[in-house]
């Protein structure tokens, strides 16, 4: 097996790597990757089989202290596997990556694997490969998901929501990028107010990232007398609907309008996805719950998906 550090040169040939690999998501393509380029520098790796087949691919990033992530600028990172690819080849994979990074002077790595809700067909060998290699898992993230083909039923209070907002005159739609910015002022408000902090998107960003993905990346609005009280901004990947941004005004908030956007999102794509996520309700390294937010999640019928990180050490 061989390794390869990855370079522009290489853009192509990962991008088609990623549109067929049996877990990937339209996050490692190099158009969403590299969004943010300036703030991390990539050190991401190919691998080839002896017969120049490519059949795994690593993003990561380097940083300072001298730690290899992947990714350090997404949710999740890993190996990227194509259909053919063994779980032998991974475990290989997996030690040639350990010994490349080594070898060039770093500490250690910090891997993100990509959840199962992401998977087009079982790809957890990345899982057993950290097994082998004595990694220590050092954070769990709590996401809540709703499998599609057995939705359970919304709580009482979901259900009434939804009413409210109907019987409130409010219309849920599909909105374009001109309605971002509304969208991001009621969010970094209610961010500010809640948390102290602002979206990790930047507005600019938001709308580089949806002109890139059109297909991926798409805004849905309660709107009421031309007022925007509520909005999510969904990730569509190939087997997954992931809510990126939740945000909803007070006024939005006391008619219910955020309960009858997500079920108006759910609805529309029901029979061509598996999974509906949510997104994690931990906070900080040491990923305490939040317990009122969890609770909304579940309160729609989603039920918990972890997020895991692992720590390899390379001295």
């Known amino acids: 097996m061989l390794v390869k550090k990855y370079d522009s040169s290489a853009q192509v040939e990962w991008d088609e ?3 067929n690999a049996r877990n990937s998501t339209f996050l490692f393509m190099r158009s969403y990757m590299d969004y943010h380029a300036d703030r991390f520098t990539d050190h991401s790796l190919l691998f ?3 017969n120049g087949r490519l059949i795994a691919i690593l993003p990561a ?3 300072k202290d001298g730690t290899i992530k992947s990714h350090g600028g997404l949710t999740y990172g890993g190996f990227l596997l194509a259909p053919k690819t ?9 030690k040639l990556c350990i010994d490349y990074y080594k070898n060039k002077g770093y500490k250690k ?3 993100k694997p990509i959840p199962f809700i992401y998977h087009t067909s079982p790809s957890q060998d990345d899982i057993y490969a950290l097994h082998t290699q004595k990694a220590e898992k050092i954070q769990c993230g709590l996401s809540s998901s709703i499998d599609l083909l057995k939705p359970k039923a919304f709580s009482k209070s979901k259900k009434q929501g939804v009413k409210n907002a109907k019987k409130n005159g409010v219309e849920v739609l599909e909105a374009g990028l001109s309605s971002l910015d509304d ?7 209610r961010l ?3 948390h102290g902090a602002q979206a990790t998107h930047t507005l600019d960003e938001l709308i580089l990232l949806m002109e890139r993905h059109p297909k991926n990346i798409k805004l849905y609005v309660a709107m009421l007398n031309d007022e925007m009280v509520a909005g999510v901004l969904m990730f569509y990947t190939n087997s997954c609907a992931h809510v990126q941004y939740i945000a909803t005004t007070e006024r939005g908030r006391n008619i219910g309008a955020l309960d009858y956007v997500i079920a108006t999102v759910m609805s529309s794509i029901e029979g061509s996805l598996r999974w509906f996520d949510f997104g994690v309700s931990t906070e900080g390294e040491n990923c305490k719950v939040n317990g009122g937010l969890l609770a909304q999640k579940e309160m729609f019928g989603a039920r918990s998906v972890v997020y895991e990180t692992y720590e390899i050490n390379l001295t």
């Open 17 to 19: 790597f990623v549109r």
């Open 109 to 111: 790595l910090i891997y």
């Open 192 to 194: 500010e107010e809640k």
């Open 61 to 63: 990033t380097q940083h």
């Open 183 to 189: 969208f991001v002022r009621v969010l970094n408000y």
């Open 48 to 50: 080839y089989s002896e």
């Open 86 to 94: 063994s779980a032998i080849d991974v475990v290989e994979a997996f």
